[in-house]
């Protein structure tokens, strides 16, 4: 927005301050004058010119005093501005940098807690966020990219068989392009998914949670017969609001991947529900590797699939954990991913808890 050009800050206190010094000066000097005129003084001798003699000694010495209350004023209110503003001024240089792409820099003011300091520090805490979500963001269009990429290049290595090969058995090459388009519609359709969570454009509703969880268990039975997996259900009644489609796609996300990321055999699943002070949560437990601490924090990273980047059948597409990631975010819940010292994980989500006769 174009602005026409004003007084800076740091001269609109300067002149607040020697406007202040300057009224006091004249309350003083016209204390000082009505005190000579109107008090009287024993052994004071008025004489009929005596008010035009105060006036012309007094005249003077006023017109000095309150020169150098000007100056005064002025130069210590310049200096006293400059000080005080100082801070602000590390701030919006803080600001300009930011504005042209420099997210490193950080204030550091020193000294100790005041309005000033305050800002800076909140200010440091938005750079770092947005440091870190832009860095989030840069890493997440790299591995979209390739991602989308090597499904596009199957695609055209399979094509330009079926066109130098005539020979070629044409059933397994529409196979084969068949599984990659696939693959490439999962991956778009979970690109999607994610953006439209982050946005937080859905409208709330009452939700059971445990019927998103009853749900979720009972449409990927198949898939935990064919792995071998035996799931295991319990829990209560858990209201809380929000999206009922985003909800099921996030507890759908969470026993997904703990059936295929689970013993070759013989593992075990265990989905619950349950209600605390404020909260409902959901827990999901799975049996499988050991995992470290360090290795399960970045498990809810866009295209992060168990111990190592791997493409399997059951590999999905490495969105599953980053959608329930922001799912909850923008829930405004909370994902907690703690390795079984047995092996596996557990996975916690804690939801905001409402009243089942609340409106969503």
Avoid: C
């Avoid at 599984?179 to 982050?198: G, P």
């Avoid at 935990?224 to 796609?249: C, M, N, R, W, Y």
């Avoid at 590797?289 to 059948?313: K, M, N, V, W, Y």
């Avoid at 329930?324 to 819940?333: R, S």
């Amino acid at each position: 927005m174009d602005r026409a050009p004003g007084l800076s800050v740091r001269l609109k206190l300067t002149l607040s301050y020697a406007g202040f010094v300057m009224l006091a000066g004249a309350l003083l000097l016209a204390a000082v004058w009505v005190f000579l005129n109107r008090v009287p003084h024993p052994g004071l001798i008025i004489e009929p010119d005596y008010r035009l003699a105060v006036v012309r000694t007094f005249a003077p010495t006023a017109v000095a005093v309150m020169g150098f209350l000007l100056v005064f004023g002025l130069a210590g209110g310049w200096i006293l501005a400059g000080r005080m503003l100082d801070p602000l001024t590390r701030i919006t240089d803080a600001a300009r940098m930011a504005t042209h792409g420099s997210l490193a820099h950080r204030i550091r003011l020193p000294g100790r807690m005041d309005e000033f300091r305050e800002l800076a520090d909140t200010f440091d805490a938005m750079l770092a966020r947005l440091e870190a979500h832009v860095d989030e963001q840069r890493r997440f269009a790299a591995n979209a990219s390739h991602e989308l990429r090597t499904p596009l290049a199957i695609s055209k290595t399979l094509l330009d068989v079926a066109r130098t090969d005539p020979n070629h058995d044409t059933g397994e090459i529409i196979d084969r392009l068949h599984v990659v388009n696939t693959r490439a519609i999962d991956l778009t359709e979970a690109l999607l998914l994610l953006s439209r969570a982050d946005r937080r454009s859905f409208t709330r509703e009452h939700v059971d949670l445990s019927l998103m969880a009853e749900e979720a268990t009972e449409t990927l039975l198949p898939l935990a017969e064919k792995h071998g997996v035996t799931i295991e259900t319990s829990g209560d009644f858990t209201p809380t609001s929000g999206s009922p489609a985003l909800l099921l796609q996030l507890t759908t996300n969470l026993v997904h991947n703990a059936i295929v990321h689970n013993l070759p055999e013989q593992g075990t699943v265990w989905v619950s529900t349950g209600v605390r002070p404020g909260a409902v949560v959901l827990t999901v437990e799975n049996t499988g590797e050991i995992l470290t601490p360090q290795l399960a924090s970045t498990l809810t990273e866009p295209f992060q699939r168990g111990t190592e980047r791997i493409r399997t059948d059951h590999a999905g597409v490495g969105l599953g954990l980053a959608i329930v990631k922001t799912i909850t975010h923008a829930h405004d819940g909370t994902l907690t991913l703690t390795p079984r010292a047995v092996g596996g994980i557990r996975i916690t989500l804690e939801l905001p808890a409402t009243s089942p006769h609340t409106a969503g």
